[in-house]
């Protein structure tokens, strides 16, 4: 589409956070404080919610608020995220997130591993460039690095291919979600645009862009066709700064992406997809637990203003699937068809707050009468979801493979056992020799199992095999290593060491 989106073609591309790995930003300034706009009256037809593109011209909205961002130390971050994933009703997970302020914590003092292994070019692989989860804390930074230079001394050929570490600015890895953050140069080429595009849609400031696959060419895999329309709805997480009207110091945003789904080549099976979503629809506002019902602020590019929409979020625990209803009226215990914008399913998946694996979105194509002549269908992207990796110090690897295949879910009979064993050993060694042992290495148990009737008998015995490595379910694909939590101090030796800087003691200029 043409309109503010030429301002920042590319916009998805730019690196995360531009400059020195070593040296992330933290920047403190007052954020921007808004008067919001009064709340339209409520719209007699079904609003264009999820067409809702930036306005036309590229002048910031004076009534969008951006939060601001908050920074704090690591630990507290993934025990924030920890202590919500482990409330047990989603309605007060959505509660303790609003109150919390969660989603404006972005964490001190994380480094880019990625940017780090191609400064020290490093031979440890990742598994792409494009999701940006290669955040560490810089304890587990250095236990990576040191561990994969003596492996490499070792094991020449071998690969070893890091997935997913943590986000920038750490925080929850949500399904479907890619965060991002702004600083230095790219503020001002990315992120200013971006601001002034943002409006308040059901609530958040976002931006949407319609765009085709061709706009991805790294990702072409993903998609059936360049041609393939692909949603891409970016929330503003937060600003550190004064926001729009002058440059902030520091954006970060959390971009999730949709493509658009054929619809089934015969009529029947259009029918029986229709029939299905509607069953589920039903169940789950008359038997899911509500989570929300509330009126919500959304922009209308059609009048150019804002106006109200009705969100009601229902989950069902048991069967592991949640509703988000958009229509332009309140609804209560049965759908209104006729004032429906959207319906938005996923699948609900405990400890995970606000993480909707593979929804599937709905939105009734309408003749001049508003009778639904048919649905558009959009599906996210998949991105994994964790409940760990909120602080930094979880890293998930891919195993070492005699073909060398990375993250790609492993063939036993093509797993290096002796490899990764070494491998293992050479990590829990290093980690323990530089004052951060690790918590543990996670597999799944049929990689254990597998590996287990290779290994001798004093490997097996090993505490290494006995206490270090653990079965955990989802980790078939690849090893899941975990940090014992590092203190402050560990993270500034860390640092120091990376950057080849002799460590100052508290007070020392």
Same mark, same amino acid.
């Given at each position: 589409m043409a309109g503010p989106f030429a *301002?920042?073609?590319?916009? %998805? %591309?730019v690196a995360f956070a531009v400059g020195d790995p070593l040296a992330p930003a933290h920047v403190e300034g007052a954020p921007l404080h808004t008067a919001p706009a009064a709340i339209a009256p409520d719209a007699a037809r079904a609003l264009a919610v999820g067409h809702a593109l930036v306005a036309r011209g590229a002048h910031a909205d004076p009534g969008l608020v951006l939060p601001p961002l908050r920074w704090v130390d690591p630990a507290l971050a993934e025990t924030v995220w920890a202590s919500i994933g482990l409330?047990?009703?989603?309605?007060?997970?959505?509660?303790? *997130?609003?109150?919390?302020?969660?989603?404006?914590l972005a964490c001190r003092d994380l480094v880019d591993?990625?940017?780090?292994?191609?400064?020290?070019?490093?031979? *440890?692989? %990742? @598994?792409?460039?494009?999701?940006?989860?290669?955040?560490?804390?810089?304890?587990?930074?250095?236990?990576?690095?040191?561990?994969?230079?003596? %492996?490499?001394?070792?094991?020449?050929?071998?690969?070893l291919t890091v997935g997913d570490i943590a986000q920038p600015g750490c925080g929850q890895l949500a399904y479907g979600t890619l965060v991002r953050q702004f600083a230095g140069a790219s503020v001002a080429m990315? /992120?200013?645009?971006?601001?002034?595009? +943002?409006?308040?849609?059901?609530?958040?400031?976002? !931006?949407?862009?319609?765009?085709?696959? +061709?706009?991805?060419?790294?990702?072409?895999?993903?998609?059936?066709h360049t041609d393939q329309r692909v949603l891409v709805e970016t929330r503003v997480l937060g600003v550190a700064g004064n926001g729009v009207g002058a440059a902030p110091d520091l954006v970060r945003t959390a971009t999730r992406r949709f493509v658009q789904l054929p619809p089934p080549k015969k009529a029947r099976a259009a029918q029986r997809q229709v029939a299905k979503m509607r069953a589920a629809v039903e169940r789950?506002? /008359?038997?899911?637990?509500?989570?929300?019902?509330? +009126?919500? @602020?959304?922009?209308?590019?059609? @009048?150019?203003?804002? !106006?109200?929409?009705?969100?009601?979020?229902?989950v069902d625990k048991r069967k592991g699937l949640q509703l988000h209803w958009i229509g332009s009226r309140a609804i209560a215990g049965a759908p209104h068809w006729e004032s429906l914008v959207e319906v938005r399913l996923s699948s609900w998946k405990p400890g995970k707050p606000e993480s909707f694996a593979g929804e599937l979105r709905w939105r009734p194509q309408r003749d001049e009468a508003g009778t639904v002549a048919g649905w558009d269908r959009w599906k996210?992207?998949?991105?994994?979801?964790?409940?760990?990796? +909120?602080?930094g110090r979880d890293a998930d690897l891919g195993f070492v493979t005699v073909d060398n295949r990375g993250m790609s879910h492993v063939r036993l009979k093509k797993l290096d056992v002796a490899a990764t064993y070494r491998w293992m050993e050479l990590l829990a060694e290093t980690a323990q020799q530089l004052g951060t042992p690790l918590e543990g290495i996670f597999v799944g148990k049929h990689v254990r199992h597998h590996m287990n009737r290779r290994l001798s008998r004093d490997h097996r015995q090993a505490d290494l095999w006995q206490n270090v490595v653990k079965v955990v379910p989802g980790h078939d694909a690849h090893h899941h290593v975990r940090l014992a939590m590092p203190t402050a101090h560990d993270d500034a030796v860390a640092l120091a060491e990376l950057k080849g800087e002799p460590v100052r003691s508290a007070g020392t200029r």
């Open positions: *301002i920042a073609s590319g916009l %998805f %591309f409330l047990d009703a989603p309605a007060d997970q959505v509660k303790a *997130i609003a109150q919390s302020g969660v989603r404006g591993v990625r940017g780090l292994a191609e400064a020290l070019a490093s031979p *440890i692989g %990742f @598994r792409d460039d494009t999701r940006g989860r290669s955040w560490a804390r810089p304890a587990l930074a250095r236990v990576l690095l040191r561990a994969q230079a003596r %492996f490499a001394g070792e094991y020449p050929s071998a690969r990315v /992120a200013q645009p971006l601001l002034r595009a +943002a409006r308040r849609v059901l609530g958040e400031p976002m !931006v949407l862009q319609e765009t085709t696959a +061709a706009e991805f060419p790294d990702e072409k895999d993903r998609f059936d789950l506002l /008359a038997s899911g637990e509500l989570v929300r019902h509330q +009126a919500v @602020r959304t922009w209308d590019p059609d @009048r150019g203003e804002e !106006v109200v929409a009705w969100l009601q979020h229902r996210m992207l998949h991105e994994a979801g964790h409940m760990s990796h +909120a602080g």
